[in-house]
């Protein structure tokens, strides 16, 4: 991990290294914004959603206070990275989940991807994959709407601009709660995803892993889906197993 202060230069990573005060300097944790129920960005300028409650969980079990725990979403720059990933060497995973659609609430004539063949789908690269390899590149070309974030899509399905959103299911959630009682989620699961956190130190994947359990066993990843992922803990009732090591 990247020491941020002098002081870390030199610090082991080991688990037996952390106090009770904590390691001194700051954690820097890579976010990516604009995927509501993930990561909010809220009006003071902090953060808030799932992947927040689990980066906050995880740096105190590190050793740092909330107040040495910086988020940003220059991912080059962390110390840290929360999110879906399928890098294999990431802690976790903490959360496995799966795409799905998000419609306007009225419009009953899309049930998953095989009526979006005509339809207009707004979604970033990634999560529009699945549909693109479904529906093809002429297709792609002629109706998907490609968006740097998923937050950007929701103005347009208001709208009726596109039909359908593509995004991982609690970013769906996320956006349905910014317009209650407009949009609902298909429940097609298109691809499967796992989110976890990758580290740049050797040796902290280990503590990582290790904070993960103790979130798991003591209730806390179960509040943070209650809180955070809204009709979807349900879905989420049990924490997914980590890796082996």
């Given at each position: 991990?990247?020491?941020?202060a ?81 890098a ?9 989940t ?10 009953l ?8 063949r ?9 999560d ?11 297709w ?9 974030v ?13 039909d ?53 066993d ?12 809204g ?9 997914p ?5």
């Amino acid at each position: 991990m990247r020491r941020v202060a002098a002081l870390f230069l030199g610090l082991s990573v080991a688990v037996a290294a952390l106090t009770a005060c904590g390691r001194g300097g700051v954690l820097v944790v890579g976010v990516r914004v604009g995927y509501p129920g993930l990561v909010v960005r809220l009006p003071d300028g902090g953060y808030t959603g799932f992947d927040i409650a689990v980066a906050q969980y995880v740096a105190r079990e590190l050793g740092y206070s909330d107040r040495q725990t910086v988020y940003t979403g220059d991912l080059d720059q962390a110390d840290i990275v929360v999110g879906a990933t399928d890098a294999p060497d990431a802690a976790g995973p903490y959360l496995v989940t799966g795409s799905d659609l998000l419609v306007r609430a009225r419009d009953l004539t899309i049930s998953g991807p095989k009526d979006l063949r005509d339809r207009r789908v707004c979604g970033t690269h990634a999560d529009a994959a699945p549909l693109v390899r479904k529906l093809g590149a002429a297709w792609k070309a002629a109706f998907l709407a490609v968006a740097n974030v998923p937050a950007a899509c929701a103005p347009l399905l208001a709208k009726g601009t596109v039909d359908a959103i593509v995004a991982d299911a609690p970013v769906l959630v996320g956006l349905d709660a910014q317009y209650p009682g407009r949009f609902r989620l298909c429940g097609r699961s298109l691809a499967v995803h796992r989110y976890g956190i990758r580290a740049d130190a050797e040796g902290t994947r280990e503590e990582i892993d290790a904070a993960l359990r103790r979130m798991f066993d003591d209730g806390a990843w179960q509040r943070a889906v209650i809180g955070h992922l809204g009709v979807l803990a349900a879905r989420y009732t049990t924490p997914p197993a980590l890796d082996p090591r």
